[in-house]
Nanobody
Framework: QVQLVESGGGLVQAGGSLRLSCAASGRAFSRYTMGWFRQAPGKEREFVAA????????YYADSVKGRFTISRDNGKNTVYLHMDSLKPEDTAVYYC????????????????????WGQGTQVTVSS
């Protein structure tokens, strides 16, 4: 059974920083792409960032490119999202996710590619 547990959310002023963590249970964490998504009230869940199984390749939504950094520590079964220069429009519940398929996934931006989700962590950015 795969479980994903996010932490690190909170309230921060615009321009501030936060680091989210996602701890994964289950075997062979290092075989899977991992993704971060977010959902603001009244909006659809949207892609934020993804990282390949090895950590060598990362992908970002245009809205966060240059401000957010995704990374992973396969020895700790954990994926991180470091967020700098936060804006009020970054306010959302942030979720980490893992697909059932190991290795490369082509449509890493689509929530449909991911089978396991955490419970989410709230990030609120005040202006």
């Amino acid at each position: 059974q795969v479980q994903l547990v996010e932490s690190g959310g909170g309230l921060v002023q615009a321009g501030g920083s936060l680091r989210l963590s996602c701890a994964a249970s289950g075997r062979a964490f290092s075989r899977y792409t991992m993704g971060w998504f977010r959902q603001a009230p009244g909006k659809e869940r949207e892609f934020v960032a993804a990282i390949s199984w090895s950590g060598r390749t990362t992908y970002y939504a245009d809205s966060v490119k240059g401000r957010f950094t995704i990374s992973r520590d396969n020895g700790k079964n954990t994926v991180y999202l470091h967020m700098d220069s936060l804006k009020p429009e970054d306010t959302a519940v942030y979720y980490c996710a893992r697909p059932d398929k190991a290795g490369f996934i082509s449509d890493y931006k689509s929530p449909r590619e991911y089978d396991y989700w955490g419970q989410g962590t709230q990030v609120t950015v005040s202006s």
